[in-house]
């Protein structure tokens, strides 16, 4: 079965406090790891796509990187405007359909 | 660029009761699937839309339908509401092919008394 855990649930980080989050996945076939932003009450907003081991993108103070078992996205001297749920997710194929599977996310709170 | 829209925002029903949902797709994608979310988990997928059928089905009962019109925009309805329909329901929209990048809406919170 398609699973995809993330670590930690919950993460405090005092203002540039670097650290990682991670993604650990059990997929047959990984056809794309995407990671998302979610701020309370609102829609996940992407942020990454990867689809191979060794593959790398950043984006600002975010770094995410994949390996044949887990992804992680690396924050470097986070703002308390980091402060969000990360959303970790694969790509399975049912059917002819798309899917997203998530994980949990991990809070990321980022204290002043 | 027009990103996805949801509406609308905020929903109150009563158990038994019947609704519609409804998402606009981001301009230039002609897939659609739904999600719903409960507090403190990750979205899960409930169904997905292409050239206006439904393409995939997560493990959501009949009670779930939904619907794609020509333009792409979409409709989730839910028949006989229970209280664990109560959820955060996300439509996302991508290009098919390839590229399979979802964007998110904002979401529309459905509570059920």
């Known amino acids: 079965e398609d699973q995809v855990t993330q670590s930690p649930e919950a993460l405090r980080l005092q203002e540039g406090e670097s650290s990682s989050l991670n993604c650990s996945y059990t997929?047959?076939?990984?056809?794309?790891l995407f990671w998302y932003r979610q701020d309370p009450g609102k829609g996940p907003e992407f942020l990454f796509t990867l689809y191979s081991a060794g593959e790398e993108k950043e984006k600002e103070r975010l770094k995410a990187t994949l390996t044949k078992k887990e992804s992680f996205l690396h924050i470097t001297a986070p703002k308390p405007e980091d402060s969000a749920t990360y959303l970790c997710a694969v790509i399975i194929s049912s059917g002819s359909a798309r899917q997203l599977t998530f994980g949990s996310g991990t809070q990321l709170t980022v204290l002043p | 660029e027009t990103g996805v829209t949801q509406s609308p925002t905020h929903l109150i029903k009563t158990r038994g009761q019947q609704v519609t949902l409804r998402c606009s797709s981001q301009?230039?994608?002609?897939?659609v699937s739904w999600y719903q979310q409960a507090l403190g988990q990750g979205p899960q997928f409930i169904f997905q839309?292409?050239?206006?059928?439904?393409?995939g089905r997560g493990n959501f009962p009949p009670r779930f339908s939904g619907l794609q019109f020509p333009n792409y925009s979409s409709e989730l309805n839910v028949n006989a509401l229970e209280l664990d329909d109560s959820a955060l329901y996300l439509c996302?929209?991508?290009?098919?092919?390839?590229?399979?990048?979802?964007?998110f809406g904002p979401g529309t919170r459905l509570t059920v008394t």
């Open positions: 997929v047959s076939g990984l056809r794309g």
């Open positions: 301009s230039g994608h002609n897939t």
């Open positions: 996302a929209s991508s290009r098919s092919g390839v590229a399979y990048e979802q964007y």
């Open positions: 839309y292409y050239r206006e059928e439904e393409n």
